[in-house]
Each structure stands twice: as structure tokens, then as C-alpha cells.
């Protein structure tokens, strides 16, 4: 086990919660933004846990979920409508003009 394994599991937490919190089901772009920046600061903490100790399964797996963390929120912002379990209060009706995205 990592030395530094509860600053790991504490931004696990604050990772779980952000994606809870701000990106759920009904999204809006505020909460959005919101999340990039949080998303943001846990990644730049990470990455000076990642240079300052050594390199843990761990780690590496919260690198990888604040990554797609990144995606989800990246590909809810350019979806400007509401589609299946992306409900955008911003933009609650469907467009068939952005049905097939692919980012």
C-alpha cells in the first residue's frame, strides 16, 4: 500500500462526489463548468503526488478515472440537447441534428 494512500483515497471521494453532484443524470452547463474546474484542481493534486512518490496501482487508477472524468464532462458540454440519460435542463429538448457525435 502507498505511503500517500489517503491523500489517493480522499480525492477518490472528492472525485466520486463531484461526478455525483455535478454530473448526473440532469446536467446543466454551470454544474458543468463547475466540475471542470474541480476536476481540474484533483488532477493538478494528483499529478504532484504522481511526480513526488512513487508510482502506485492506485495512483495510476485515479489518473485514469480523473481522465475520463474529463471526457464525460467534455462530451456533455457539446451535446447542446437532452438525449437517454443525458438530460441537459439548459437544453431539454432532442435535436436531430446532433443524434450521432462521436467524439
Known sequence: EPKEMILITQSLKELQQVMSDYVG????????QRAMRRLDLLWEETEQLYESSSV????LELRNMITVGYLV?????????????HYNTDYPGKSNLVQNIVL
Open 25 to 32: 443524470i440532469v446536467r446543466n452547463d454551470v454544474r458543468l
Open 56 to 59: 502506485s496501482t492506485q495512483l
Open 73 to 85: 464532462v467534455k462530451g456533455a458540454g457539446f451535446r447542446k440537447e437532452s438525449r437517454g440519460l
